[in-house]
C-alpha cells in the first residue's frame, strides 16, 4: 500500500436524522407536504398481491 495509512475512527453515527436538520430547514416543510401526498396515495402503493 502507499501513502499514508489513514483509519476511520467511528463507522456508525448514532444521531437521528431529525437532530441533524434545523428546526426551520425547508426540508421540515417539505416533508409534511410529502407526507399529506404519500397518504393520499396510499391505496395505490399497496402491493397487488396479498402478504
Known sequence: ???T???QEE???Y???ESRIPQK???RKLR???D???ATLQHNLR???PG
Do not use: E, N, Q
Open 1 to 3: 500500500m502507499r501513502g
Open 5 to 7: 495509512d489513514i483509519t
Open 11 to 13: 463507522l456508525y453515527s
Open 15 to 17: 444521531r437521528t436524522v
Open 25 to 27: 430547514h425547508p426540508l
Open 32 to 34: 409534511k407536504v410529502v
Open 36 to 38: 399529506l401526498l404519500l
Open 47 to 49: 402491493p397487488a398481491w
